[in-house]
């Protein structure tokens, strides 16, 4: 049987005659939540969210409530808060859905938050192809301020907060917290180095600045309904809440589907949830978590301990889907973007595909990305057209171990993630590539096989 | 002066060593403390601008003692010795203060990889052109690729075509590919000299140093941004192509352009100067100098400059025409136009001569509108030196005028008149008046005073001999001889001695700049009695200002020069120059 999903800020996503207006959303029990918050204390609505052990669902998976804690409060500056809606982590596709069809409970969670950490104006960074997004969060947040949910002296308590929407211009860079500020800003977006310029600190406008991703601020609201301990009881310890994932890849039914932490493994989502693979298929690999989560192969036996020292040995569809056991087999929940692969893939034109994203989108700031990234991307590139030589799966891995851990952002991590687990998990088809090349060549065939990269 | 006794000290320990710095100094900065020619690689890092951290050349491993985290007790290891927690990834150094207890190791597999990593990089795009390369020589890219590259490529892909020889101003030029994108440049001309106008554009692999739209690089700090270039991309189109720099001798001197008195380094070969570059000195200039004070040094081959003493238009020996200028000016009735662009040594001869001649003394002003970085408003090196060693009592008007000269003239008062380096004729004395008087000329260049003077004396420029300058703080700078001055003709104070000595009846003595200083530390208060000027140290003698603070001089507010301020700590007892001047 099929796992049930637990839909909690999916719930009316996709409802039959539900609609992103703001009468809509009140009708369903929306705002409150903010009513309720606006009369807790600031302080208790954080402990709330500690208690929640809610983690980050933008990628790295940190407490959201441990991050508020690091907020530097007694600098005396302005407290901003910024939503992180800059989701371009290739094979997410989550918080589109909150913004197109839900925006009232972005808004709510943000405001929740806002109040919490009292900041004095809250920022949604939008990336600027949400043109759509765009412009429904402007009129959901016009609704709000004419219902007095943000704005002055918010529902009679007081307090002042406002929302401005801000679009990005396409740049996936934007999606880290520091290069977002900065664009933000007015600036490239170039990511800043940390120490010192921890946004809890020094953030937007050198004020200390919470930034969270879009599903992790809807959480908020939720946590306030349920309390913190009730949130926790959803999933296990250490992974509560439930998350979105958004599979994408040779699935029959590629989509987002919201489970509680842990309730689901990989292989009941493909196969029962996404219904299995295209006929006559076989599993390849799977990204779990965006492009950058290292890919794990089908084959593959995962075995060793979780953090709470309890053994395991999972095939690829026994692994839970949660942020520690991800992590335990090498790889990472990141942002939700589970990638399936059949047997029909050329793991060298996914990765070279892969590769060609990220040099694109590395920023430009410092040395090893800079440089690394499109060296990989022309190594890739290389490779597909026809030029492949069976030393370039260990230089390629060679390059992405000078990048990984020496850049300013984790863009060095995500770009040379890939690389490595590629090249750790399916060297041979990287050399096999060489030599089927080289066969074909002796025998005056075309090289390359007829492939576009995007 | 003294960081360390201001600054609190802490112990960190760099490669196992223990050593003292001053608490949130940067690894890059501690470890050059270290001395023994110890260096983290760096490209971005620059001690007088914002850290970017963007070039991760400047990688260390970095621990810091463990501690329990609920008790905050010391975790100590078998040996009783607090363990080192170190981090596992490498941090850069140009980020990362000194704390308490840190342990930085610069040379270890990790640190040593990512260097290796972050050259392979850097010079995977980097048209590798040094031979043609005006860099060559002194490139950090070159340097540390000799030293931490892996000494082969391992790249076979094409290169990134960038534009070459762009025009970024009237003075640089850039070449894109050799650009590391360090940044330094732009910092600079946003941070230093007020003048934002470089960025990059497009990204990642192909950023793109350029102006911004319808911006040049014009500013008068522009060469400094080729200075700072880490590489051949900046390059000032001036000196491109002209020499190798490693055939270039140098020497250190300083700027005449203003009173601020920039420390500067003069490139010279085979008697000719390249080029003037800024020397560091962070109580005066920090690294940086002004365009305009680079070219200073093309005067030296003008066509009018003055080569052959002479009198009446007739080339004479020196002896000659010293002999001639004491017959003047002991006939007495003289008038003395001093210089604040001479020497202090020279200054000091003029005092003697103007004493024992009984000559009065005028100083004409130089004062123009200041730029508040390193161009201050009075353009002359050495006004305070006129001061210290009493050649003038009060500040020159702000107007240059010689009124009172002129009137003397013609009233029949003054018959003899010394003029240094100034053209009277601009000064509201015609022609038509200077017929009416003896005139001695000293100068470097001809004018149209020189042209009618009785006696005229060539003199050196400030690159052609010792001596020292007073500059707006009171700062003693020395300088030195970069490049021999015209054929025959002696360094100023050489004649001066032969014309101050008949004077009083003394005989000429042979003098070397010392045996000046000796006379001089006798003679002046301001100056320790124990100095000479080969023992100056390279950063220079603050002196004890506080006879002249009543003065009200033009300066106002600049890079490293605040008047109120300097009028306060001035004003105090007078310890701290005091203390710096026996230190020295």
């Not at chain 1, 800079?370 to 891995?397: C, H």
């Not at chain 2, 390193?374 to 702000?398: C, F, K, M, W, Y």
């Not at chain 2, 002046?524 to 002249?548: C, N």
Request: hydrophobic content about 35%; proline content about 4%.
């Amino acid at each position: 049987m099929a796992p049930q999903e637990t839909r909690l800020i999916f719930k009316h996503i996709d409802e039959e005659g539900y609609t992103n207006d703001i009468d809509c959303y009140v009708k369903n029990g929306g705002y409150e939540q903010l009513k309720k918050a606006v009369t807790m204390k600031p302080e208790d609505i954080c402990a709330e969210v500690l208690t929640s052990g809610v983690r980050g669902r933008g990628g790295a998976g940190f407490p959201a409530g441990m991050k508020w804690k690091f907020l530097d409060r007694k600098s005396g500056k302005p407290i901003y808060l910024v939503c992180n809606a800059d989701e371009s982590e290739p094979g997410t596709f989550k918080d589109r859905q909150i913004i197109h069809q839900d925006p009232h409970q972005l808004i709510e969670g943000m405001m929740c938050a806002a109040f919490a950490i009292q900041a004095k104006l809250a920022f949604i960074y939008i990336r600027g192809e949400f043109f759509q997004g765009y412009k429904i969060l402007e009129r959901a947040i016009e609704e709000a301020r004419e219902k007095n949910f943000l704005g002055d002296n918010i529902l009679g308590s007081g307090y002042s907060c406002d929302i401005i929407v801000h679009r990005g211009a396409g740049a996936y860079i934007c999606g880290e917290e520091t290069g977002l500020i900065e664009s933000l800003e007015g600036f490239r977006a170039n990511p800043r180095i940390k120490p010192p310029y921890f946004p809890a600190a020094l953030g937007a406008y050198q004020c200390p600045t919470i930034v969270n991703n879009v599903e992790t601020l809807c959480d908020v609201k939720h946590i306030i309904e349920m309390g913190g301990e009730g949130f926790a009881k959803i999933g296990t310890p250490g992974n509560t809440g439930t998350r979105i994932w958004c599979v994408s890849g040779h699935v029959q039914k590629p989509g987002y589907y919201e489970f509680a932490c842990s309730d689901v493994t990989l292989g009941q989502l493909i196969y029962d949830v996404c219904g299995g693979l295209k006929p006559g298929r076989k599993l390849k690999a799977v990204i779990p978590g965006g492009s950058s989560a290292k890919i794990l192969r089908a084959d593959e036996r995962f075995t060793g301990k979780l953090k709470d020292g309890t053994e395991f040995d999972w095939g690829i569809e026994d692994i839970p889907m949660d942020f520690d056991s991800l992590m335990a087999v090498g790889s990472m929940s990141g942002s939700g973007g589970v990638i399936v692969m059949d047997d029909t893939t050329d793991m060298v034109e996914a990765l070279a595909n892969i590769n060609y994203f990220y040099a694109h989108e590395s920023c430009g700031q410092c040395t090893p990305c800079r440089e690394g990234v499109p060296w990989m991307r022309k190594v890739t590139q290389r490779m597909v057209d026809g030029e492949a030589r069976e030393e370039d799966a260990d230089l390629l891995k060679s390059i992405a171990d000078q990048i990984a851990g020496r850049t300013i952002c984790a863009f060095g991590e995500a770009a040379s993630w890939p690389v490595q687990s590629f090249i750790a998990k399916f060297k041979d088809e990287f050399v096999e590539k060489a030599k089927e090349q080289a066969a074909r060549r002796k025998e005056g065939q075309e090289v390359a096989k007829e492939t576009t990269l995007i | 002066m003294n960081i360390q006794s201001i600054v609190e000290n802490i112990t960190i320990n760099i490669d196992g060593q223990d050593v003292e710095v001053p608490k949130g100094i940067n690894i890059i900065e501690a470890v050059k403390m270290v001395g023994k020619g110890k260096e983290v690689p760096h490209y971005c890092y620059h001690p007088k601008l914002s850290v970017a951290g963007n070039c991760r050349m400047c990688m260390v491993e970095m621990g810091m003692p463990m501690r329990d985290r609920g008790t905050g007790e010391p975790i100590l290891d078998e040996n009783g010795v607090q363990k080192i927690g170190w981090m596992p990834k490498p941090t850069i150094g140009c980020a990362t203060n000194a704390s308490p207890g840190m342990h930085i190791r610069t040379n270890s597999e990790m640190v040593k990889e990512s260097r290796n990593g972050v050259t392979e990089f850097l010079l995977i795009n980097h048209p590798l052109d040094c031979p043609i390369c005006d860099q060559a020589g002194e490139c950090r890219l070159q340097e540390f690729s000799a030293e931490h590259g892996r000494g082969y490529s391992r790249f076979i892909e094409k290169k990134n075509v960038k534009p070459k020889r762009t025009t970024l101003g009237p003075r640089v030029t850039l070449d894109d590919e050799r650009c590391i994108l360090c940044s330094r440049c732009i910092r600079f001309s946003k941070e230093v000299a007020g003048d934002d106008v470089l960025g990059f554009v497009d990204r990642g692999t192909y950023s793109t140093l350029t102006c911004f739209p319808g911006k040049e690089l014009s500013h008068n700090y522009s060469l400094n941004t080729v200075d700072i270039c880490p590489v051949g991309a900046l390059t000032s189109t001036d000196f491109r192509f002209k020499m190798r720099v490693w055939f270039l001798k140098r020497t250190h001197s300083i700027c005449t352009e203003s009173s601020v008195g920039a420390n500067t380094e003069i490139w010279s070969r085979e008697g000719k100067i390249y080029r003037i570059t800024p020397r560091r000195n962070d109580a005066v200039n920090d690294t940086w100098m002004t365009d305009s004070g680079r070219v200073l040094y093309k005067a030296i081959e003008s066509d009018d400059r003055l080569t052959q003493y002479t009198i009446e238009g007739v080339h004479k020996t020196v002896d000659e025409v010293a002999a001639a200028a004491v017959e003047l000016l002991q006939a007495r009735e003289v008038a003395l136009v001093a210089s604040a662009h001479s020497s202090v040594e020279e200054q000091f001869f003029y005092q003697s001569i103007a004493q024992r001649s009984g000559a009065t003394v005028s100083l004409v002003s130089h004062y123009a509108e200041g730029d508040g970085l390193l161009l201050s408003e009075d353009r002359t090196p050495n006004l305070r030196g006129a001061l210290v060693t009493g050649l003038i009592h009060q500040l020159p008007e702000r107007e240059a005028k010689l009124e009172a000269l002129a009137r003397d003239i013609n009233s029949g008062a003054v018959k003899t008149i010394f003029v240094v380096n100034e053209d009277l004729t601009k000064l509201g004395i015609h022609k038509e008046m200077l017929a009416k008087v003896k005139v001695i000329y000293v100068g470097t260049h001809a004018n149209e005073t020189s042209e009618v003077a009785n006696v005229v004396i060539p003199s050196l420029m400030v690159y052609e001999k010792d001596g020292t300058f007073i500059n707006q703080s009171f700062r003693v700078q020395r300088f030195k001889t970069a490049v021999p001055g015209p054929r025959g003709v002696l360094s100023d104070f050489h004649v001066l001695e032969r014309i101050a000595a008949p004077l009083a009846q003394e005989k000429v003595a042979p003098l070397s700049i010392d045996d000046v200083w000796e006379r001089m530390v006798s003679r002046i208060a301001q100056f320790d009695a124990a100095i000479r000027w080969s023992a100056l140290p390279e950063e220079g003698v603050a002196l004890d200002a506080s006879a002249f603070l009543d003065l009200n001089f033009v300066e106002s507010k600049n890079l490293k020069f605040d008047p109120v301020a300097f009028k306060e700590t001035s004003a105090a007892p007078a310890e701290t120059s005091a203390t710096i001047a026996t230190e020295a």
